[in-house]
């Protein structure tokens, strides 16, 4: 039988005055220590290079078509993929929307940006020149140029690196990295980072020339370091943006410890990607039972180990970026636009945070299953209402919470965005079917987020549907008061707790 929140707190009322709930575990927001900072722009977000100039993308799924293993082994490239025209940047839903998650960082790469040509002419070819699968004009690069400017979002980019932009020996040439950088610049725009090339430990899946080596990987980005700290010193170089390799080899052949050692050091932000998994686009057979379970939530964990002992390896002390994110690599799953992918959404913001990760660009921010918006209508989806309540309350300084672990609970704290000495706590309760209780000797300001079917694309919060209001007005978020003592969690719920008179020292 699932029971609702309201019935959760009236047996939590019942018990009032009776020892201690089992299971309960206390959290003092007084006492809690810092354990670290992130960057302010921690909480960040990609827009696909192929958004920005059009082409074939991951097709979302259809809503009546039921997911099955025999409909994901049968996927064909007209199924994987759908032609969208570019994403309007300059849609003031889209603006307002991603404002409201500032200051961020917007990432313009993905595997598309590996072979699309820059035009830096008013009039573009009407095809890729000889090398290069897409195109991207000055008036759409201009477009992404205004939208960070709107939203209070730093410019992340990687460039092209197929055969179109080599010369006759093969070698990579900074033509068109130049005409990028100088375009922006002209605009009164910066690129704040960028990566050499997206995930080169797929480079033969992702446009590099055949036969493309870590021998020629390291030649490369050794020219490339040595042409973006002349031509834009003040612009991070990240690297290597790999992907797919804490579980197994990288599909190509290529890894990132033969990337990093032919390379050399020399880069200002050590990033890579993770995915958990890959949809069933790409032949994933995955269940949403799982989504919830302690293996599918710690695979980020595993993920940040193998990368953190490549950092610690070939270049200590470099701070981490996950410049890539999302559920399922290949669009997302099914369930990635639902209530259900935002408990892995927030639970992994607060293992990065307390791991140390600097910055988290979700993938993405408003295209196929797992953008944080519908990619027609940009509606929030339930990660994006979860991101904003982070956004709002989980400030820079990372806390313990001092929460002994326990299967089903997860418990993070930071301090309180904009609030000298408070503190807020963000308590995830993944079991489906059992409840979590906290204890606080103080009063808190709560903040639940639940719906009534974990798949379900709509989310309650405090009981009330979030929605978008009278000219995309976003709601008030309404805080609901809970008295010092127990604090119970209902099954397959999420909950921020904030204490703004906590007085916590770290907070100061």
Known sequence: MRWSLATWMLLLTLLAGSDALAGEQAINPRTMPAIGTVDERFQSYNVEMVEVAGG????????????????A??????????????????????????AALAPAYVRVSGTWANATYFADADAPPPAPPAGFDSVLTRAQWRG???FARAVDARLVTSF????????????????????????TNSLGGRIAAVEYMNEPTLAAQNGAPAGYDAAAYGRDFRIFRRFLKKASPDTLLLGPGSVGE??????????SADLLAASGRGIDRFSYHHYGTVSPRCGGRDRPDDALSEEWLSRTDKTLAFYRALRDQFEPGKPLWLTETADAACGGNRWDATFLDTFRYLDQLGRMARAGVQVVMHNTLAASDYGLLDEKSFEPRPNYWGALLW??????TVLDAGVSPEPGLHVYAHCLRGTRGGVSVLALNTSPDAPHTLSLPTA???????????QDKSVRLNGDTLRLGVNDQLPAFTAVPAPAGAVTLAPASIMFLTVPTAGNRACR
Do not use: C, I
Not at 73 to 98: C, F, G, I, W
Not at 391 to 396: A, I, S, T
């Open 444 to 454: 808190s300001e709560r903040y639940t987020l639940e719906a009534t079917h974990l």
């Open 246 to 255: 804490s579980t197994s080899r990288a599909a190509s052949g290529l890894n």
């Open 160 to 183: 092209a690196v197929s055969p179109g932009s080599r010369d006759t020996a093969g070698v990579w040439q900074p033509d068109q990295a130049r005409r990028l950088l100088a375009y």
């Open 391 to 396: 956004r709002r309350l989980m400030g820079r």
């Open 56 to 71: 074939r993308f991951w097709k979302p799924f259809a809503p009546e078509r039921a997911e099955t293993a025999a409909a």
């Open 73 to 98: 082994q049968s996927s064909s490239e007209h199924e994987m993929y759908a032609y969208r025209p570019p994403t309007d940047l300059a849609n003031a839903r889209v603006r307002k929307l991603a």
């Open 144 to 146: 992404v140029v205004d």
